[in-house]
Protein backbone atom coordinates (compact mmCIF):
# COMPACT_ATOMS: atom_id res chain seq x y z
CA UNK A 1 0.00 0.00 0.00
CA UNK A 2 2.90 2.43 0.75
CA UNK A 3 2.78 2.91 -3.30
CA UNK A 4 -0.23 4.90 -2.99
CA UNK A 5 1.50 7.24 -0.97
CA UNK A 6 2.94 10.23 -2.83
CA UNK A 7 4.66 13.81 -2.47
CA UNK A 8 1.66 15.28 -4.85
CA UNK A 9 -0.40 13.46 -1.56
CA UNK A 10 1.10 15.05 1.20
CA UNK A 11 1.02 18.74 -0.66
CA UNK A 12 -2.47 18.02 -1.53
CA UNK A 13 -3.25 17.21 2.66
CA UNK A 14 -0.84 20.67 2.94
CA UNK A 15 -3.37 22.60 1.18
CA UNK A 16 -6.46 20.78 2.76
CA UNK A 17 -4.94 21.37 6.25
CA UNK A 18 -4.04 25.10 5.62
CA UNK A 19 -6.88 26.60 7.65
CA UNK A 20 -7.72 23.56 9.74
CA UNK A 21 -4.15 23.00 11.52
CA UNK A 22 -1.95 25.27 13.28
CA UNK A 23 1.44 25.73 11.97
CA UNK A 24 3.88 26.05 14.88
CA UNK A 25 6.88 27.67 13.99
CA UNK A 26 10.40 26.75 15.41
CA UNK A 27 11.31 27.42 18.62
CA UNK A 28 15.33 27.77 19.42
CA UNK A 29 16.59 25.92 22.69
CA UNK A 30 19.41 25.14 24.54
CA UNK A 31 18.79 21.39 24.96
CA UNK A 32 22.94 20.92 24.38
CA UNK A 33 25.77 23.27 24.09
CA UNK A 34 27.52 21.40 20.68
CA UNK A 35 24.78 21.85 18.54
CA UNK A 36 22.12 24.12 17.51
CA UNK A 37 18.42 22.24 18.69
CA UNK A 38 14.95 23.74 17.54
CA UNK A 39 11.75 22.60 18.49
CA UNK A 40 8.73 21.65 16.16
CA UNK A 41 6.13 22.14 19.41
CA UNK A 42 2.86 19.95 17.90
CA UNK A 43 2.10 20.45 21.37
CA UNK A 44 0.05 23.14 20.43
CA UNK A 45 -1.55 21.90 17.80
CA UNK A 46 -5.51 22.41 18.05
CA UNK A 47 -6.58 18.90 20.22
CA UNK A 48 -2.85 19.07 21.60
CA UNK A 49 -1.19 17.04 19.49
CA UNK A 50 0.08 16.08 15.59
CA UNK A 51 -2.70 13.76 15.03
CA UNK A 52 -5.50 16.00 14.13
CA UNK A 53 -3.48 16.60 10.72
CA UNK A 54 -3.55 12.66 9.66
CA UNK A 55 -6.85 12.00 10.75
CA UNK A 56 -8.58 15.28 9.44
CA UNK A 57 -7.16 14.70 5.99
CA UNK A 58 -8.32 10.79 5.74
CA UNK A 59 -12.23 11.87 7.09
CA UNK A 60 -11.65 14.68 4.44
CA UNK A 61 -11.20 12.06 1.62
CA UNK A 62 -14.13 9.73 2.26
CA UNK A 63 -16.70 9.17 0.25
CA UNK A 64 -20.30 10.65 0.67
CA UNK A 65 -21.40 6.81 1.03
CA UNK A 66 -18.42 6.62 3.71
CA UNK A 67 -19.47 9.39 5.16
CA UNK A 68 -23.23 8.64 5.97
CA UNK A 69 -21.83 5.49 7.75
CA UNK A 70 -19.93 7.48 9.86
CA UNK A 71 -16.48 6.40 11.00
CA UNK A 72 -14.93 4.33 14.17
CA UNK A 73 -10.82 4.73 14.99
CA UNK A 74 -8.80 3.52 18.13
CA UNK A 75 -6.71 5.50 20.26
CA UNK A 76 -4.72 5.82 23.64
CA UNK A 77 -6.43 9.28 23.19
CA UNK A 78 -4.59 11.72 20.61
CA UNK A 79 -6.18 10.30 17.44
CA UNK A 80 -9.22 10.08 18.98
CA UNK A 81 -9.52 13.37 19.56
CA UNK A 82 -8.09 14.03 15.91
CA UNK A 83 -10.94 11.96 14.75
CA UNK A 84 -13.49 13.03 16.90
CA UNK A 85 -12.52 17.00 15.53
CA UNK A 86 -12.82 16.08 12.17
CA UNK A 87 -15.69 14.01 12.16
CA UNK A 88 -17.58 17.33 14.05
CA UNK A 89 -16.37 19.59 11.02
CA UNK A 90 -17.04 17.61 8.80
CA UNK A 91 -20.77 16.83 9.84
CA UNK A 92 -20.31 12.68 10.72
CA UNK A 93 -20.69 10.56 13.70
CA UNK A 94 -17.81 8.98 14.98
CA UNK A 95 -17.28 6.25 17.31
CA UNK A 96 -13.85 6.04 19.50
CA UNK A 97 -12.51 2.83 21.10
CA UNK A 98 -10.50 3.74 24.01
CA UNK A 99 -7.65 1.77 26.14
CA UNK A 100 -9.50 1.60 29.23
CA UNK A 101 -6.43 2.93 31.27
CA UNK A 102 -6.26 6.18 28.67
CA UNK A 103 -5.75 9.06 30.50
CA UNK A 104 -9.21 10.28 31.94
CA UNK A 105 -8.24 13.82 30.21
CA UNK A 106 -7.65 12.43 26.69
CA UNK A 107 -11.41 10.60 27.56
CA UNK A 108 -13.01 13.60 28.50
CA UNK A 109 -11.15 15.94 25.82
CA UNK A 110 -12.70 13.01 22.99
CA UNK A 111 -16.17 13.63 24.85
CA UNK A 112 -16.10 17.18 24.52
CA UNK A 113 -15.91 16.91 20.03
CA UNK A 114 -19.42 15.01 20.58
CA UNK A 115 -17.66 11.54 19.48
CA UNK A 116 -19.20 8.37 21.48
CA UNK A 117 -16.78 6.58 23.63
CA UNK A 118 -16.08 2.95 23.85
CA UNK A 119 -13.72 1.82 26.73
CA UNK A 120 -11.85 -1.42 26.10
CA UNK A 121 -9.94 -3.42 28.58
CA UNK A 122 -6.03 -3.33 28.04
CA UNK A 123 -3.73 -1.48 25.70
CA UNK A 124 -4.09 0.39 22.37
CA UNK A 125 -4.02 -2.82 20.47
CA UNK A 126 -6.44 -4.47 22.13
CA UNK A 127 -8.55 -1.22 21.58
CA UNK A 128 -8.13 -1.97 18.16
CA UNK A 129 -9.45 -5.46 18.05
CA UNK A 130 -12.49 -3.99 19.34
CA UNK A 131 -12.82 -1.39 17.13
CA UNK A 132 -12.18 -3.63 14.08
CA UNK A 133 -14.98 -6.07 15.52
CA UNK A 134 -17.47 -2.71 15.36
CA UNK A 135 -16.71 -1.71 12.12
CA UNK A 136 -17.46 -4.99 10.21
CA UNK A 137 -20.86 -5.44 12.43
CA UNK A 138 -22.16 -1.96 12.21
CA UNK A 139 -19.91 -0.81 8.50
CA UNK A 140 -18.02 2.13 9.81
CA UNK A 141 -15.13 3.55 8.21
CA UNK A 142 -12.17 2.86 9.62
CA UNK A 143 -9.95 5.56 10.49
CA UNK A 144 -6.54 3.97 11.47
CA UNK A 145 -4.06 5.90 13.76
CA UNK A 146 -1.41 5.26 11.48
CA UNK A 147 -1.11 2.91 8.91
CA UNK A 148 -2.99 4.51 6.19
CA UNK A 149 -1.61 6.33 3.26
CA UNK A 150 -3.53 9.01 3.69
CA UNK A 151 -2.84 9.26 7.63
CA UNK A 152 0.40 9.35 6.90
CA UNK A 153 0.26 11.50 4.73
CA UNK A 154 -1.83 14.08 6.51
CA UNK A 155 1.40 13.70 9.39
CA UNK A 156 4.04 14.38 6.46
CA UNK A 157 3.05 17.72 5.94
CA UNK A 158 4.76 18.54 9.47
CA UNK A 159 7.98 17.39 7.36
CA UNK A 160 6.76 20.04 4.43
CA UNK A 161 6.87 22.54 7.52
CA UNK A 162 10.14 22.22 8.49
CA UNK A 163 11.49 22.61 5.24
CA UNK A 164 10.01 25.63 4.55
CA UNK A 165 10.93 27.24 7.47
CA UNK A 166 14.25 25.69 7.72
CA UNK A 167 15.79 24.71 4.39
CA UNK A 168 19.33 23.80 5.96
CA UNK A 169 18.22 21.80 9.09
CA UNK A 170 20.60 18.51 9.33
CA UNK A 171 18.39 15.99 11.15
CA UNK A 172 14.91 15.81 12.61
CA UNK A 173 14.27 13.91 15.48
CA UNK A 174 11.09 12.08 15.88
CA UNK A 175 8.74 10.15 18.71
CA UNK A 176 7.65 6.75 17.30
CA UNK A 177 4.95 4.62 18.38
CA UNK A 178 3.28 2.80 15.24
CA UNK A 179 5.08 4.57 12.90
CA UNK A 180 2.56 7.18 11.32
CA UNK A 181 4.19 10.48 12.27
CA UNK A 182 7.89 9.16 11.42
CA UNK A 183 6.81 7.41 7.95
CA UNK A 184 4.92 10.43 6.84
CA UNK A 185 7.79 12.90 7.74
CA UNK A 186 10.81 11.11 6.47
CA UNK A 187 8.79 10.19 3.44
CA UNK A 188 8.34 13.82 2.79
CA UNK A 189 11.83 14.92 4.07
CA UNK A 190 13.31 12.49 2.09
CA UNK A 191 12.07 12.44 -0.99
CA UNK A 192 12.71 16.36 -1.55
CA UNK A 193 15.88 16.33 0.44
CA UNK A 194 17.63 12.92 0.82
CA UNK A 195 20.41 14.69 2.67
CA UNK A 196 18.64 15.10 6.27
CA UNK A 197 19.21 12.85 8.55
CA UNK A 198 15.60 11.27 10.17
CA UNK A 199 15.80 9.85 13.40
CA UNK A 200 13.19 7.72 15.42
CA UNK A 201 12.47 7.90 19.28
CA UNK A 202 10.68 5.11 21.24
CA UNK A 203 10.14 3.80 24.57
CA UNK A 204 12.24 1.34 26.26
CA UNK A 205 9.00 -0.07 27.67
CA UNK A 206 7.73 -0.27 24.61
CA UNK A 207 10.47 -0.69 21.17
CA UNK A 208 8.11 -2.28 18.68
CA UNK A 209 9.14 -0.22 15.88
CA UNK A 210 13.03 -0.51 17.04
CA UNK A 211 13.39 -3.92 17.43
CA UNK A 212 11.53 -4.58 14.22
CA UNK A 213 13.43 -2.53 12.30
CA UNK A 214 16.87 -4.07 13.87
CA UNK A 215 15.60 -7.41 12.75
CA UNK A 216 14.56 -6.71 9.49
CA UNK A 217 11.21 -8.15 10.12
CA UNK A 218 8.18 -7.09 12.22
CA UNK A 219 7.97 -7.53 15.85
CA UNK A 220 5.04 -8.08 18.11
CA UNK A 221 5.74 -7.29 22.07
CA UNK A 222 3.83 -9.24 24.34
CA UNK A 223 3.11 -6.41 26.69
CA UNK A 224 4.26 -2.70 26.87
CA UNK A 225 4.91 -0.60 29.92
CA UNK A 226 5.92 3.04 29.43
CA UNK A 227 4.77 6.55 30.64
CA UNK A 228 4.72 7.56 27.31
CA UNK A 229 1.70 6.28 26.60
CA UNK A 230 0.44 7.64 23.28
CA UNK A 231 3.58 5.49 21.68
CA UNK A 232 2.66 2.57 23.92
CA UNK A 233 1.99 0.20 20.64
CA UNK A 234 3.03 -3.40 20.33
CA UNK A 235 3.32 -3.43 16.55
CA UNK A 236 4.41 -1.44 13.91
CA UNK A 237 1.89 -1.06 11.22
CA UNK A 238 2.96 -2.77 7.52
CA UNK A 239 2.62 0.45 5.27
CA UNK A 240 4.62 2.30 8.30
CA UNK A 241 7.16 -0.47 8.79
CA UNK A 242 7.75 -0.42 5.51
CA UNK A 243 8.96 3.03 5.56
CA UNK A 244 10.99 3.16 8.03
CA UNK A 245 12.96 0.69 6.76
CA UNK A 246 13.26 2.62 3.60
CA UNK A 247 13.68 6.48 4.88
CA UNK A 248 14.37 6.29 8.59
CA UNK A 249 18.46 6.48 9.50
CA UNK A 250 17.88 5.08 13.03
CA UNK A 251 15.66 4.18 15.81
CA UNK A 252 16.81 4.38 19.36
CA UNK A 253 15.27 4.19 22.83
CA UNK A 254 15.13 6.02 26.05
CA UNK A 255 13.99 5.25 29.09
CA UNK A 256 10.99 6.57 31.41
CA UNK A 257 12.98 8.36 33.70
CA UNK A 258 15.04 10.17 31.06
CA UNK A 259 11.47 11.17 29.57
CA UNK A 260 10.48 12.57 32.85
CA UNK A 261 13.76 14.53 32.94
CA UNK A 262 12.86 15.85 29.48
CA UNK A 263 9.37 16.49 30.30
CA UNK A 264 10.63 19.17 33.16
CA UNK A 265 12.80 20.63 31.10
CA UNK A 266 10.45 21.64 28.41
CA UNK A 267 8.29 23.02 31.57
CA UNK A 268 11.11 24.60 33.56
CA UNK A 269 13.32 26.07 30.08
CA UNK A 270 10.46 26.50 27.48
CA UNK A 271 7.22 26.72 29.44
CA UNK A 272 6.10 23.94 27.11
CA UNK A 273 3.74 21.15 28.67
CA UNK A 274 4.51 17.81 27.09
CA UNK A 275 3.49 14.69 27.19
CA UNK A 276 5.66 11.45 27.50
CA UNK A 277 5.26 10.61 23.80
CA UNK A 278 5.99 14.33 22.87
CA UNK A 279 9.14 14.39 24.78
CA UNK A 280 11.11 11.18 23.51
CA UNK A 281 12.66 13.36 21.24
CA UNK A 282 13.93 15.45 23.37
CA UNK A 283 15.22 13.00 26.19
CA UNK A 284 17.03 11.31 22.86
CA UNK A 285 18.96 14.49 22.53
CA UNK A 286 19.56 15.37 26.23
CA UNK A 287 21.16 11.69 27.00
CA UNK A 288 23.30 12.12 23.57
CA UNK A 289 21.34 8.80 22.23
CA UNK A 290 21.66 10.82 18.49
CA UNK A 291 24.69 12.49 17.21
CA UNK A 292 23.93 16.23 16.87
CA UNK A 293 27.12 17.38 17.69
CA UNK A 294 27.67 20.88 15.44
CA UNK A 295 24.41 19.98 13.59
CA UNK A 296 20.90 22.04 13.05
CA UNK A 297 18.70 19.80 14.68
CA UNK A 298 14.90 19.86 15.10
CA UNK A 299 13.45 17.48 17.69
CA UNK A 300 9.67 17.19 17.11
CA UNK A 301 7.39 17.79 20.56
CA UNK A 302 4.32 15.53 19.11
CA UNK A 303 2.19 15.88 21.66
CA UNK A 304 0.73 18.01 24.98
CA UNK A 305 -2.11 15.57 26.32
CA UNK A 306 -0.71 14.55 29.71
CA UNK A 307 -2.91 14.13 32.79
CA UNK A 308 -2.53 16.20 35.20
CA UNK A 309 -2.23 13.55 37.97
CA UNK A 310 0.23 12.11 35.57
CA UNK A 311 2.30 14.81 35.59
CA UNK A 312 2.94 15.27 39.17
CA UNK A 313 4.05 11.96 39.52
CA UNK A 314 6.47 12.85 36.37
CA UNK A 315 7.81 15.76 37.84
CA UNK A 316 8.93 14.43 41.07
CA UNK A 317 10.41 12.08 39.19
CA UNK A 318 12.08 13.95 36.59
CA UNK A 319 13.36 16.25 39.90
CA UNK A 320 15.35 13.12 41.81
CA UNK A 321 16.55 11.77 38.00
CA UNK A 322 17.95 15.15 37.66
CA UNK A 323 19.50 15.12 41.21
CA UNK A 324 16.56 18.15 42.17
CA UNK A 325 15.30 15.92 44.64
CA UNK A 326 16.52 13.61 47.22
CA UNK A 327 16.27 11.45 50.14
CA UNK A 328 18.21 10.34 52.53
CA UNK A 329 18.19 8.31 55.88
CA UNK A 330 20.04 8.53 58.75
CA UNK A 331 20.43 6.70 62.03
CA UNK A 332 20.73 8.92 64.81
CA UNK A 333 20.95 7.95 68.87
CA UNK A 334 17.65 9.16 70.26
CA UNK A 335 18.35 12.42 72.68
CA UNK A 336 18.06 16.45 72.32
CA UNK A 337 20.14 18.68 69.76
CA UNK A 338 20.19 15.36 67.23
CA UNK A 339 17.92 16.65 64.36
CA UNK A 340 19.02 20.16 65.00
CA UNK A 341 22.24 19.52 64.13
CA UNK A 342 21.55 17.65 60.83
CA UNK A 343 19.04 20.25 60.14
CA UNK A 344 22.07 22.70 60.62
CA UNK A 345 24.06 20.84 58.00
CA UNK A 346 21.73 20.76 55.79
CA UNK A 347 21.11 24.48 55.90
CA UNK A 348 24.82 25.26 55.78
CA UNK A 349 25.46 23.43 52.59
CA UNK A 350 22.33 24.97 51.06
CA UNK A 351 20.14 22.10 51.06
CA UNK A 352 16.23 22.61 51.29
CA UNK A 353 13.71 20.38 53.81
CA UNK A 354 11.11 19.48 52.30
CA UNK A 355 9.67 16.59 54.62
CA UNK A 356 10.56 14.72 57.60
CA UNK A 357 10.00 11.18 58.93
CA UNK A 358 10.95 10.07 61.88
CA UNK A 359 11.00 6.54 63.66
CA UNK A 360 12.16 5.45 66.76
CA UNK A 361 11.10 1.24 66.36
CA UNK A 362 12.42 -1.31 64.42
CA UNK A 363 14.15 -4.75 65.09
CA UNK A 364 17.64 -3.77 64.20
CA UNK A 365 17.55 -0.89 66.30
CA UNK A 366 19.60 0.14 69.32
CA UNK A 367 16.63 1.25 72.73
CA UNK A 368 18.11 3.76 72.25
CA UNK A 369 18.60 4.82 68.75
CA UNK A 370 15.96 6.42 65.83
CA UNK A 371 15.78 6.53 62.21
CA UNK A 372 14.94 9.85 60.19
CA UNK A 373 13.87 10.05 56.56
CA UNK A 374 14.30 13.46 54.87
CA UNK A 375 13.28 14.73 51.93
CA UNK A 376 15.44 17.44 50.48
CA UNK A 377 15.38 19.92 47.66
CA UNK A 378 18.79 19.70 46.32
CA UNK A 379 21.03 21.43 43.08
CA UNK A 380 22.34 18.20 41.07
CA UNK A 381 23.39 14.76 41.95
CA UNK A 382 26.85 16.63 43.16
CA UNK A 383 24.89 18.72 45.85
CA UNK A 384 23.62 15.74 47.31
CA UNK A 385 26.66 14.32 47.80
CA UNK A 386 28.22 17.35 49.31
CA UNK A 387 25.78 17.18 51.89
CA UNK A 388 26.00 13.49 52.76
CA UNK A 389 29.56 13.97 53.12
CA UNK A 390 28.80 17.69 55.16
CA UNK A 391 27.03 15.05 57.54
CA UNK A 392 29.45 12.48 57.58
CA UNK A 393 31.58 14.75 58.38
CA UNK A 394 29.66 16.21 61.50
CA UNK A 395 29.64 12.24 63.31
CA UNK A 396 26.25 11.92 61.50
CA UNK A 397 25.16 8.36 59.51
CA UNK A 398 23.81 8.70 56.36
CA UNK A 399 22.52 5.01 55.35
CA UNK A 400 21.33 6.00 52.20
Do not use: W
Amino acid sequence: MTDKLTIEEVYKAKDVLKDVARHPRLVPTKIRQDAEIYLKPECLQHTGSFKLRGAYYKISQLTPEEKERGVIACSAGNHAQGVALGAKNNGIKALICLPAGAPISKVEATKSYGAEICLVPGVYDDAYAKAIELRDKHGYTFVHPFDDPLVIAGQGTIGLEILEEMPDVDAIVVPVGGGGLISGLAFAVKTLRPDIKVYGVQADGAPSMAESVHLHRMIHLNSVSTIADGIAVKEPGINTFDLCNRYVDEIVTVSDEEIAAAILYLMEKQKLVSEGAGAVSVAAVMTGKIPVKGKKVVCLVSGGNIDVNTLNRVIARGLKVGGRLSNLTIDLADKPGQLSGVCNVIANLGGNVLAINHERTGHNRSINDCTIRIELETRNHEHIQQIKEGLHENGFQVVE
